[in-house]
């Protein structure tokens, strides 16, 4: 049994999508705004290639995500749904902004996340694709900011990441964690209506 433990370790730990489970469209308490978990200053490179980062955030509501565009399991799915999210806020004339953050800057330069945007059907306006940083950079920023792990599994061009949404307040703390695997979307969209108008 002892030598049972670590082998299902190295098989939940397999994989960009260890750390999700899939959304099934159900009502859940997304709110961990007491944690007060405060995401640090930045400053990157966004998909145009001019500089991005916490200044240009300030004092607005914003959805984050991580994601890398070789992804080949969960990221497939995420971008989309939040690519949904963007569409319907804006439909419903919500003014916040969108960014993701790719785990993989190497090879997911600029030009690259613009491609990807363009291909997501992304609004560049208000949603921003960053890189620009080395990956223990993203790696740090991520568990100090969003309390999340990101790291490279040896021998693989897999990358593990986290598959949530965060929502971060005008005052860039982060108050909601959303499933960015779930398909019915509803029930986020609901809380974010809510929580922003």
């Not at 370790?9 to 159900?26: D, I």
């Not at 999210?85 to 902004?97: F, K, P, T």
């Amino acid at each position: 049994m002892r030598f049972l433990v670590p082998i299902m370790l190295v098989a939940m730990l397999s994989g960009c999508g260890w750390v999700y489970q899939v959304g099934n469209g159900g009502s859940s308490d997304y709110d961990i705004s007491e944690a007060k978990i405060e995401v640090q200053d930045f400053e990157f490179t966004e998909q145009s290639g001019e500089p991005f980062g916490s200044t240009e955030l300030q004092g607005q509501y914003w959805l984050a995500s991580f994601i890398f565009t070789y992804c080949p399991t969960v990221c497939p799915t995420m971008t989309p749904n939040m690519s949904r999210l963007q569409a319907v806020m804006e439909d419903e004339g919500v003014d916040m902004s969108f960014v993701s953050f790719t785990v993989d800057p190497e090879r997911d330069t600029s030009d690259h996340l613009y491609s990807y945007a363009e291909n997501n059907g992304a609004n560049h306006e208000t949603w921003k694709f960053l890189t620009g940083y080395e990956f223990e950079e993203i790696s740090e920023f991520a568990l100090e900011s969003f309390k999340v792990p990101v790291q490279q599994i040896e021998d693989s061009e897999d990358i593990l990441h986290p598959t949530s949404f965060f929502l971060i307040d005008p005052d860039g703390t982060i108050i909601r964690k959303y499933d960015g695997l779930q398909t019915n979307q509803e029930s986020i969209i609901d809380d974010l209506l809510k929580t922003i108008q």
